[in-house]
T-cell receptor, first 115, second 112 residues
């Protein structure tokens, strides 16, 4: 069983479209994240949710909207896609804050290409 | 806010050479520290971690020691292999809110 799974793995779409990336974790974790990795491998946090509550919302265009229907899922919806949104998007999860073991477990990534 | 600075590279070494990748951090609290590795086309995998000062994390021949006095967590390996070629990320996690921040990543290439 995959611990953190995200779909789709590849997504090619035209500018202006709206798309969603789904993420599910079966680890029983309370915290979930979305990260964006650019072509230079730089990894930037976008959002963090703890028990369905938004904790971190970095400076991300409001075209990006996360949705957490339950604590095992954190989906990312992107409106009006732009060329600069092309990147690899990673979902991750970790245990609840305050503990010692707060390492994050990552999905395999979704490579988004906007043409 | 919290942040991580690491040697950006790229780093190219011959097989069996000694590896050091420097990492320093800035944190308001008392974070946990991590090294992650990303192989081509894959997600990030935890390589090692340390949760308090003077802890040494180790795995697969890699080591890093949590140095509070120098706010550092340098990654070392005594003898690298071709299979170690990957991108390495230093990271910290704030225990208050699980805010996990990553360094810029260091691409390591090991040649036979």
């Amino acid at each position: 069983d995959t611990a953190v799974s995200q779909t789709p793995k590849y997504l090619v779409t035209q500018m202006g479209n709206d798309k969603s990336i789904k993420c599910e974790q079966n680890l029983g974790h309370d915290t979930m994240y979305w990260y964006k990795q650019d072509s230079k491998k730089f990894l930037k946090i976008m959002f963090s949710y703890n028990n369905k509550e938004l904790i971190i919302n970095e400076t991300v265009p409001n075209r990006f909207s996360p949705k957490s229907p339950d604590k095992a899922h954190l989906n990312l919806h992107i409106n009006s896609l732009e060329l600069g949104d092309s990147a690899v998007y990673f979902c991750a999860s970790s245990r609840r804050p305050g503990g010692r073991s707060t390492e994050a477990f990552f999905g395999q990534g979704t490579r988004l290409t906007v043409v | 806010g919290n942040s991580v600075t690491q040697m950006e590279g790229p780093v190219t070494l011959s097989e069996e050479a000694f590896l050091t990748i420097n990492c320093t951090y800035t944190a308001t609290g008392y974070p946990s520290l991590f090294w992650y590795v990303q192989y081509p086309g894959e997600g990030l995998q935890l390589l090692l971690k340390a949760t308090k000062a003077d802890d040494k994390g180790s795995n697969k021949g890699f080591e890093a020691t949590y140095r509070k006095e120098t706010t550092s967590f340098h990654l070392e390996k005594g003898s690298v292999q071709v299979s170690d070629s990957a991108v390495y990320f230093c990271a910290l996690s704030d225990r208050e809110n699980n805010d996990m921040r990553f360094g810029a990543g260091t691409r390591l290439t090991v040649k036979p």
